[in-house]
């Protein structure tokens, strides 16, 4: 077998059983990200029943890229402090195939496990409003994984910045506020906000779910740029990564939590 499959496969099989081995951890995590959606839902049913009902479409697909937007850019960073407090941090940087390629299949991986939950929480939210969005699935993967790929590069800026400064969590809850407020930006009436992460993202993937455009029928200049957008700001993550894990070992606090 490929020894990056064998890399994936192992990491892979970790994440698996950490998730099976903290199974309250893992369920109440999911099952709070469900209620506070119904919060969202029922209580502005209660406080502005037409402004919801008119907004159900792009209520449900923010919150659904929200909750994954959090997830691309957090298990970075909870991962590698995790792994600082277990003592395997220096280890994994030691590894043959190099600490920024494990910390890359790390990431692969917690992408494919925020999709995975993503889809059975955009189901639910579908059931629970009543409303069934127009969803390809080709669509949703290739509009998903392109918006996310910044918020990735963000989650190795902070990575990058976890492992110099150790403890950066305080700054969480102001970054995910930034990205509910990217995901309602006007992009269509003030063009250069289209530059921003999740933003153009979010924009494209309304137009697939709630008004049936297909992803081919969406503008040329849009899509490249969402591509080339999703191409840097993943470059720029990694550099500062690899700036941040040079400084760190310079300085001898890879593995200090």
Do not use: C
Request: overall charge positive; glycine content about 10%; aromatic content about 12%.
């Amino acid at each position: 077998m490929n020894r990056h499959l064998i890399l994936f496969r192992v990491i892979a099989s970790k994440s698996v059983t950490l998730s099976r081995r903290y199974p309250v951890n893992t369920v109440v995590g999911f099952v709070t990200l469900y209620l506070f959606f119904a919060l969202i839902f029922f209580g502005g049913q209660f406080v502005a029943a037409d402004l919801i009902s008119r907004s159900v479409g792009p209520l449900v697909v923010g919150y659904f890229l929200f909750t994954m937007a959090v997830s691309a850019y957090a298990d970075l960073t909870h991962d590698l402090t995790d792994e600082a407090q277990w003592g395997t941090l220096e280890q994994l940087s030691m590894s043959p195939f190099g600490f920024t390629e494990v910390v890359a299949v790390k990431t692969v991986v917690n992408l494919l496990g925020t999709f995975a939950t993503g889809i059975v929480l955009l189901v639910l939210m579908m059931a629970t409003t009543g409303t069934w969005l127009s969803i390809a699935p080709l669509s949703l993967v290739v509009l998903g994984v392109l918006t996310l790929l910044p918020v990735v590069g963000l989650g190795f800026v902070f990575g990058g910045a976890a492992l110099v400064y150790k403890q950066i969590e305080k700054a969480f809850p102001l970054i995910q506020l930034s990205f509910a407020g990217l995901i309602a930006l006007p992009v269509q009436e003030f063009v250069l906000l289209k530059l921003l992460p999740v933003s153009l993202g979010s924009h494209l993937l309304q137009r697939v779910t709630t008004d049936g455009v297909r992803m081919w029928e969406l503008p040329v200049f849009d899509l490249g740029l969402l591509v080339g957008q999703s191409i840097v700001y993943l470059a720029i993550g990694l550099l500062v990564f690899r700036i941040g894990t040079a400084k760190a070992r310079k300085r001898g606090v890879l593995g200090h939590y």
